[in-house]
């Protein structure tokens, strides 16, 4: 069925390491996966996205990265800082229904 | 801010009482989304709507619904409510359905 999972559910990387949040998803012909930052109170907030004709996309700290013969994308963090701090959610367009389908988030800490 | 305005802010009110969400959409958009999100809990989808048709339906119980008005602002109706219905109320919209999805700014809705 219609499905995205995310993992970890929870991250703690020391201020300026990387952090990496991986999501698959199961319909082959998903073609747009958006990634959010929420922070703690706030709205969800798109911070990049991929669509399944390129492999990466990268914005400054922000890349994103997708494998679609293993049906899985990443979001890459570099240099991590305090603002990094909060929860993040893939999302994955299902062609079949027309929908986009959340993760369940990772809780990302940065660490001082 | 993302152009999607959501009122109120804030609601308090009592367990059996029927509440009101109203959603309008960024200019230009024509499809609106409800999520619900309760404490430290993921985005639930509850409906999408395409300029005033219901396009897609999630977990949403029997209590909600919701609709799209010709102006296409979008009114989520809770009804007997009970103290788990406490939460988050997310409107998001993208200019077609299944597209980027921008988030309104919640409604807290507490249930006393």
């Known amino acids: 069925g219609e499905n995205v999972e995310q993992h970890p559910s929870t991250l703690s990387v020391q201020e300026g390491d990387s952090a990496v949040i991986k999501c698959t998803y199961s319909d082959s012909a998903s073609n747009y996966f958006p990634w959010y930052k929420q922070e703690l109170g706030k709205r969800p907030q798109l911070i990049i996205d991929?669509?399944?004709?390129?492999g990466e996309k990268k914005d400054q700290r922000i890349a994103v990265t997708l494998n679609k013969t293993a049906k899985h994308f990443s979001l890459h963090i570099t240099e991590t800082q305090p603002e990094d701090s909060a929860v993040y959610f893939c999302a994955g367009r299902y062609s079949s229904a027309s929908k986009i389908i959340f993760g369940s988030g990772t809780r990302l800490s940065i660490r001082p | 801010d993302s152009g999607v305005t959501q009122t109120p802010k804030h609601l308090i009110t009592a367990t059996g009482q029927r509440v009101t969400l109203r959603c309008s959409p960024r200019s230009g958009d024509l499809s609106v989304y409800w999520y619900q999100q309760s404490l430290d809990q993921g985005l639930q989808f509850l409906i999408q709507y395409y300029n005033g048709e219901e396009r897609a339906k999630g977990n949403i119980l029997e209590r909600f619904s919701a609709q799209q008005f010709p102006d296409l602002h979008s009114e989520l109706n809770l009804s007997s409510l009970e103290l788990g219905d406490s939460a988050l109320y997310f409107c998001a919209s993208s200019v077609i359905a299944s597209d980027t999805q921008y988030f309104g700014p919640g409604t807290r809705l507490t249930v006393l």
């Open positions: 991929i669509r399944s004709n390129v």
